[in-house]
């Protein structure tokens, strides 16, 4: 998804696969203020991802999103996040940038499993609030039940490949699954642990599915903030339903980055590899 000349590519499924453009098929155009605590999230590393605000100088997204093809920690410099805009372009009066000055990554992520997929951005200067299209997420605390029917909010185009790209928000329906469905031999294999969530089409589907370049991007439930994807970019394909990290898990962690004082150290890598 070619949003801008910086931004040529994603991170898909596997860190090591080819990376193809980043898409959304099908879903509905969001309305200003809709999603507020959406964030998008740009570097000049491959990478195009979402983000959401969980404090006027924080955002909270994908581990995979702040990591190289070598798994090592991208210089914050290089990161940007564009707020309260519904289209990435072209730039619109109510748009909040800011640059990132500090990357705080689970100690324990694993780039295999994708567990403790999460990681803190502190931002330059904190977002300018009240705002009628910017606002901080209100993150679940409950288990959320399968059957829920929850919103997947992000960007990207209409339709498969090659199909153009759209720069509106756009949210698609996703229902909670069972996670014993999601693990089949046939779809995750067991991939699909406790601390994550399995949600969207389990078949074949071309009206409503995250594609590469939405990792990080928010599951909300009763407009509740309940996860970020973390892998099961499908495209449409059957048997590959997204998996969000569970962040009711994650709370007492996220906060927790909003206070430190450290960073981490220049190519910092996971300690799983």
């Not at 309260?84 to 990357?103: F, S």
Request: hydrophobic share 40%; glycine share 8%.
């Amino acid at each position: 998804m070619k949003l801008l000349p910086i931004v040529i590519a994603v991170i898909g499924y596997s860190l090591a696969e080819t990376i193809p453009d980043a898409r959304m098929m099908g879903g509905t155009n969001a309305a200003w203020g809709q999603f507020a605590s959406a964030v998008s999230i740009t570097t000049p590393f491959l990478l195009h991802c979402g983000g959401v605000i969980v404090d006027r100088q924080h955002v909270l997204t994908s581990a995979q999103c702040v990591l190289n093809a070598q798994n090592r920690l991208i210089d914050p410099y290089w990161i940007s996040t564009v707020a309260g805009d519904i289209a990435l372009a072209p730039i619109g009066a109510r748009r909040q940038t800011r640059r990132v000055i500090q990357i705080y990554v689970h100690p324990q992520f694993n780039v295999f499993t994708r567990e403790n997929d999460v990681a803190v951005l502190r931002l330059d200067r904190p977002y300018d609030l009240p705002s009628n299209t910017v606002d901080l997420a209100r993150r679940a605390v409950r288990i959320n039940p399968t059957g829920e029917a929850c919103q997947f909010a992000g960007w990207g185009a209409t339709a498969a490949t090659n199909a153009p790209v759209n720069v509106q928000q756009r949210f698609l329906p996703m229902t909670i699954n069972d996670r014993d469905v999601c693990n089949q031999a046939t779809m995750h294999a067991g991939r699909v642990l406790e601390s994550m969530i399995c949600a969207g089409n389990t078949g074949a589907s071309a009206n409503a599915a995250p594609c590469t370049g939405n990792l990080g991007t928010g599951l909300y439930c009763n407009r509740q903030l309940v996860g970020i994807l973390s892998f099961g970019v499908n495209c449409g394909v059957a048997n590959n339903p997204p998996v969000f990290t569970q962040l009711r898990n994650y709370n007492r962690w996220i906060d927790q980055q909003f206070n430190r004082t450290e960073g981490l150290a220049p190519n910092w890598t996971p300690a799983v590899l």
